[in-house]
C-alpha cells in the first residue's frame, strides 16, 4: 500500500521555479511531523525542510530564502515551493512522515535537475 506520493519534480534552467507536493495516506496514525529530504550520490541524505511538532518550520541554510514548505491539512498534503533554483539542488527529494511511534514512512522520492 502506498501511504506517501510525491510529484512536481522536473528539469528547469538555473533561477527557475519548482513545486513538490506529498499527500499522505490518511491510513498513517499519528504523524508528528512532516517534511522533504534530498539525495545526490555520494552524499548522504540531508533535511530540505521540515514540520515539526507545534508547526515549527526548520530549513537547511542552503535553501533559506529560497524554498518554502506549506501545507494543506485538508488534503493531508505538504508542499516545497523552490524558488531561484541552482545547479546544487539538483537531487532526488524524498517527502517524509514521522509518526507518533515514532516510525518513519518515506516516498518514491523525485528527481530535480537544474541546468546551468
Known amino acids: 500500500q502506498v501511504q506517501l506520493v510525491e510529484s512536481g519534480g522536473g528539469l528547469v534552467q538555473t533561477g527557475g521555479s519548482l513545486r513538490l507536493s506529498c499527500a499522505a495516506s490518511?491510513?498513517?496514525?499519528?504523524?508528528?511531523?512532516m517534511g522533504w529530504y534530498r539525495q545526490t550520490p555520494g552524499k548522504q541524505r540531508e533535511l530540505v525542510a521540515a514540520f515539526m511538532s507545534g508547526g515549527r518550520t526548520n530549513y537547511a541554510d542552503s535553501v533559506k530564502g529560497r524554498f518554502t514548505i506549506s501545507r494543506d491539512n485538508a488534503k493531508n498534503t505538504v508542499y516545497l515551493q523552490m524558488n531561484s533554483l541552482k545547479p546544487e539542488d539538483t537531487a532526488v527529494y524524498y517527502c517524509n512522515a514521522r509518526t507518533l511511534a515514532p516510525q518513519d514512512y518515506w516516498g518514491q522520492g523525485t528527481q530535480v535537475t537544474v541546468s546551468s
Open positions: 490518511r491510513s498513517i496514525f499519528s504523524i508528528n511531523a
